[in-house]
């Protein structure tokens, strides 16, 4: 797999069956019993519900058909009104839990972590508080909503539910990072 460049693969030969890496037998025994039910249930909405779903509702779609009865919601205390608006909307489906990055209120000195103003108290943002928050309540999927690079790591990695991301952060181009992709200027500086 050195050199692997699927993103300049001109052919995508894989889509037609092709296996470029001859691990395709290999690939298949990893799907166990569980994993095997994830993907059918995501192929079944993609398969119904081709550019017909929002994101949001194809997370309530598949939840449902998973079973899901409790929904975590790991939000960035800068899309508190977002996630306010999501828990409404999945509240209508299952029991929701969220939990701000803020949670905890531990100090960034505690951590001799950097500052955004040093003139003022900051508290960090806390992935594995957020984590652990929900791991107690015994969610059954998590979703992450802006949280910052690394933060969204450690919350993933922490976390014992799957995790899903709705949003990611980017202050710059409102959440919105293919963004800087889709802008003559913002590709130019890359």
Do not use: W
């Amino acid at each position: 797999m050195n050199g692997l460049n699927c993103a300049s693969c001109q052919k995508k030969d894989c889509y037609n069956g092709k296996d470029c890496l001859d691990i395709k037998e290999e690939v298949k025994k990893l799907y166990k019993e569980h994993e095997i039910d994830v993907l059918k249930k995501s192929t079944a909405i993609e398969s119904r519900y081709y550019m017909e779903k929002t994101r949001i509702e194809e997370i309530i779609i598949f939840s449902k058909m998973m079973k899901y009865k409790k929904i975590g919601l790991a939000f960035c205390v800068g899309l508190e009104e977002e996630a306010n608006i999501l828990h409404s909307i999945f509240k209508k489906h299952f029991k929701v839990y969220s939990v701000c990055c803020k949670v905890c209120g531990i100090n960034k000195k505690d951590f001799q972590l950097e500052k955004i103003d040093n003139e003022r108290r900051e508290s960090m943002c806390n992935p594995i508080g957020q984590a652990t928050v929900l791991n107690e309540k015994d969610t059954d999927l998590n979703i992450i909503i802006g949280l910052c690079i690394g933060h969204d790591i450690l919350f993933t990695e922490h976390s014992q539910a799957p995790v899903t991301t709705l949003a990611v952060k980017d202050r710059v181009l409102a959440h919105n990072p293919l963004g800087a992709i889709y802008s003559k200027y913002y590709l130019n500086k890359f």
